[in-house]
């Protein structure tokens, strides 16, 4: 039998389910973004102080949740917070318009398959470079308050339960950060062990939203151990 000519045909009622499926997954995804929104907003607006650029970042951020393979995010709302953060970064360094709160170590784009391997390999010094600042700069509780507040949008309600802090002391804790990346006289050692887990850490939580791992990196009692023993 001759079946050279035979040609493969969707039904009309496996087109109708397959649509329908795109529908639901569709506005599945506008559920969780309008969700997020307002937090997102609030994001884009400390960093960028201007509600014209915040609304903008919004705007850009949501262009790219429909393009995201989203079957592959394990945490929505944390991928488009760092997407949210990341992009305002970016907004203010173009402009030029650095200040205290745009002073977040540059975070790697989100997965994305046509990412040529030489741009992922740059991508992923300019966070070592990143990283390494922080290691050399700040203590373990200064370092995850900031990454986690600055780089990643969380609260301090958030930060404080996870560092065992008050919400004022994780404020404190952010603030010094803040001024000792600026001031730079801090030096410390660096575990080259410790910093190859915590690039890792951020570069998987900045790219897929999995934030397990960073909070592991973070508060893990090894590096904290070292750090001490290096401010010693």
Same mark, same amino acid.
């Given at each position: 039998?001759?079946?050279?000519?035979?040609?493969?045909? $969707?039904? +009309?009622?496996?087109?109708?389910?397959?649509?329908?499926?795109?529908?639901?997954?569709?506005?599945?995804?506008?559920? @969780?973004?309008?969700?997020? %929104?307002?937090? !997102?907003?609030?994001?884009?607006?400390?960093?960028?102080?201007?509600?014209?650029?915040?609304? /903008?970042?919004? $705007?850009?951020?949501?262009? %790219?949740?429909q393009?995201? /393979?989203?079957?592959?995010?394990?945490?929505?709302?944390?991928?488009?917070?760092?997407t949210?953060?990341?992009l305002?970064?970016? !907004?203010?360094?173009?402009?030029?318009?650095?200040?205290?709160?745009?002073?977040?170590?540059?975070?790697?784009?989100?997965?994305?398959?046509?990412?040529a391997?030489?741009a992922? &390999?740059?991508?992923?010094?300019?966070? *070592?470079?990143?990283?390494?600042l922080?290691? =050399?700069?700040?203590? +373990?509780?200064?370092r995850?308050?900031?990454? !986690?507040?600055?780089?990643?949008g969380?609260?301090?309600? *958030?930060?404080? *339960?996870?560092?065992?802090?008050?919400?004022?002391?994780?404020?404190?804790?952010?603030?010094?950060?803040? *001024?000792?990346?600026?001031?730079?006289?801090?030096?410390?050692? @660096?575990? +080259?062990?410790?910093?190859?887990?915590?690039?890792?850490?951020?570069?998987?939580? &900045?790219?897929?939203?999995?934030? =397990?791992?960073?909070?592991?990196?973070?508060? /893990? /009692?090894?590096?904290?151990?070292?750090?001490?023993?290096?401010?010693?």
């Amino acid at each position: 039998m001759d079946t050279s000519a035979i040609t493969t045909r $969707q039904s +009309p009622q496996t087109a109708t389910v397959t649509a329908a499926s795109a529908t639901a997954e569709l506005n599945d995804a506008t559920h @969780v973004f309008v969700s997020a %929104r307002p937090g !997102l907003l609030k994001i884009a607006g400390r960093i960028l102080r201007d509600p014209g650029d915040a609304e /903008d970042v919004i $705007q850009e951020a949501w262009l %790219r949740w429909q393009g995201t /393979d989203r079957a592959v995010v394990a945490n929505p709302l944390a991928l488009l917070r760092t997407t949210t953060v990341r992009l305002s970064i970016n !907004l203010v360094n173009s402009a030029r318009r650095r200040s205290e709160s745009s002073a977040t170590p540059w975070l790697p784009d989100s997965a994305d398959n046509g990412t040529a391997p030489e741009a992922l &390999a740059e991508q992923r010094e300019g966070v *070592e470079q990143a990283v390494l600042l922080l290691l =050399r700069a700040l203590t +373990p509780k200064q370092r995850a308050a900031y990454v !986690l507040r600055e780089a990643f949008g969380y609260s301090y309600d *958030e930060i404080g *339960e996870l560092l065992g802090l008050t919400v004022a002391n994780a404020r404190q804790q952010v603030s010094r950060a803040q *001024e000792r990346l600026r001031n730079r006289r801090h030096q410390q050692q @660096v575990d +080259p062990d410790a910093h190859r887990r915590l690039v890792q850490a951020i570069v998987v939580a &900045a790219r897929t939203g999995e934030l =397990r791992g960073l909070e592991a990196a973070l508060t /893990d /009692d090894g590096v904290a151990r070292w750090d001490e023993a290096a401010c010693a």
